[in-house]
């Protein structure tokens, strides 16, 4: 086991890297956090002892100076929005989760850090419907998004440094949905939970994914700096489910009534167009991308994850999934009453 003093934390305010900076100082490890917005990081870690940096990942020499004195980078922060946002965001995946990632392995190697915890995405695997897939089942690029296309070259970009820089620890955590508190974005999981709660979800969507607490990947991450191995993937994906049963979850923990119809695939691509629309016409999230739509349809049945290697080596478990949205809802509520 490979323990660590200070950790260098990228995308720190979003979901997973906030739930990341918490627990790294529960440990005791100094946390050094890079945002791109100050009073953002300040708002999400007041009280707390952390050194915010700022910088994008855009401009990776903007902060780069500050890599030095770390143990350890997590590399958290990725540009996920295109299926949220609605439209074509390819240069924006390609600038921020390859070129960025690739620029950002540089500029640790030369301050030093020789140990990363790189986040992936359960995009970069695929198996057949209805089978559990593992870490060894990849994705071919030809098969994938956008969004999962710049996952998988990204992966690619860190393996590539790997093999020129042998000396690097790299490993790779694989999260599912995340769900949690801090969601300030909000991402995705976030926006669902919040549109739920305003009743604007018009019925039950189809299709399968695999949802987990943002704080158990946190942790897996943690874990992965201690006792992975190089260029090894490890699963954080959490627990299969399909919309029906997130909804009754939801359901449970608020008292809020949820849609109890389900939408046919056709309808969802013409709910999709609508919204996208809208979102163009009045600058507001998309409520459900096209891309979303797509994505639902094709990975059908394929959100059931095979966890054995992370159990076995990691030791990793999942808090159950109503604990999950329990917390969130009362994430949720907090900072409602503190922002009055």
Same mark, same amino acid.
């Given at each position: 086991?490979?323990?660590?003093?200070?950790?260098? +934390?990228?995308?720190?305010?979003?979901?997973?890297?906030? %739930?990341?900076?918490?627990?790294?100082?529960?440990?005791?490890?100094?946390?050094?956090?890079?945002?791109?917005?100050?009073?953002?990081?300040?708002?999400?870690?007041?009280?707390?002892?952390?050194?915010?940096?700022?910088?994008?990942?855009?401009?990776? %020499?903007?902060?780069?100076?500050?890599?030095?004195?770390?143990? +350890?980078?997590?590399?958290?922060?990725?540009?996920?929005?295109?299926?949220?946002?609605?439209?074509?965001?390819?240069?924006?995946?390609?600038?921020?989760?390859?070129?960025?990632?690739?620029?950002?392995?540089?500029?640790?190697?030369?301050?030093?850090?020789?140990?990363?915890?790189?986040?992936?995405?359960?995009? +970069?695997?695929?198996?057949?419907?209805?089978?559990?897939?593992?870490?060894?089942?990849?994705?071919?690029?030809?098969?994938?998004?956008?969004?999962?296309?710049?996952?998988?070259?990204?992966?690619?970009?860190?393996?590539?440094?790997?093999?020129?820089?042998?000396?690097?620890?790299?490993?790779?955590?694989?999260?599912?949905?995340?769900?949690?508190?801090?969601?300030?974005?909000?991402?995705?999981?976030?926006?669902?939970?919040?549109?739920?709660?305003?009743?604007?979800?018009?019925?039950?969507?189809?299709?399968?994914?695999?949802?987990?607490?943002?704080?158990?990947?946190?942790?897996?991450?943690?874990?992965?700096?201690?006792?992975?191995?190089?260029?090894?993937?490890?699963?954080?994906?959490?627990?299969?489910?399909?919309?029906?049963?997130?909804?009754?979850?939801?359901?449970?923990?608020?008292?809020?009534?949820?849609?109890?119809?389900?939408?046919?695939?056709?309808?969802?691509?013409?709910?999709?167009?609508?919204?996208?629309?809208?979102?163009?016409?009045?600058?507001?999230? +998309?409520?459900?991308?096209?891309?979303?739509?797509?994505?639902?349809?094709?990975?059908?049945?394929?959100?059931?994850?095979?966890?054995?290697?992370?159990?076995?080596?990691?030791?990793?478990?999942?808090?159950?999934?109503?604990?999950?949205?329990?917390?969130?809802?009362?994430?949720?509520?907090?900072?409602?009453?503190?922002?009055?």
């Amino acid at each position: 086991m490979q323990d660590f003093n200070t950790a260098f +934390v990228t995308g720190a305010t979003g979901l997973l890297g906030n %739930n990341l900076v918490r627990l790294l100082l529960k440990q005791g490890v100094r946390v050094k956090a890079l945002a791109r917005s100050e009073s953002k990081a300040k708002a999400q870690f007041k009280g707390l002892d952390v050194e915010i940096i700022v910088g994008d990942m855009t401009d990776i %020499n903007s902060f780069a100076k500050h890599l030095q004195g770390s143990d +350890v980078l997590f590399h958290t922060a990725a540009f996920f929005r295109d299926n949220y946002k609605g439209g074509k965001h390819w240069d924006e995946l390609y600038k921020i989760n390859v070129e960025g990632t690739k620029q950002l392995l540089e500029a640790s190697y030369k301050a030093g850090i020789h140990r990363v915890v790189h986040t992936s995405s359960i995009a +970069v695997l695929d198996g057949p419907s209805g089978f559990p897939i593992d870490e060894t089942m990849s994705r071919k690029v030809e098969d994938a998004d956008d969004y999962y296309r710049s996952k998988i070259l990204s992966e690619n970009t860190v393996r590539d440094f790997l093999k020129t820089h042998p000396d690097m620890r790299i490993s790779f955590v694989l999260p599912g949905w995340m769900f949690g508190p801090g969601d300030l974005g909000p991402t995705s999981s976030g926006q669902f939970v919040q549109d739920f709660l305003n009743k604007k979800l018009p019925g039950i969507p189809p299709g399968t994914f695999s949802v987990v607490d943002a704080r158990d990947v946190a942790w897996a991450q943690i874990q992965v700096a201690k006792l992975g191995r190089p260029g090894e993937r490890y699963l954080a994906a959490g627990r299969n489910m399909n919309m029906k049963e997130l909804i009754l979850e939801l359901q449970n923990v608020s008292g809020v009534r949820g849609p109890s119809k389900p939408i046919p695939f056709r309808l969802l691509y013409v709910i999709a167009l609508l919204s996208e629309a809208y979102a163009r016409l009045t600058g507001r999230p +998309v409520l459900l991308g096209l891309g979303s739509v797509k994505l639902l349809n094709k990975e059908a049945g394929k959100s059931t994850f095979d966890h054995s290697k992370s159990q076995n080596e990691l030791s990793l478990q999942f808090r159950p999934v109503i604990e999950t949205l329990k917390d969130v809802l009362h994430d949720m509520s907090e900072r409602a009453i503190h922002s009055q």
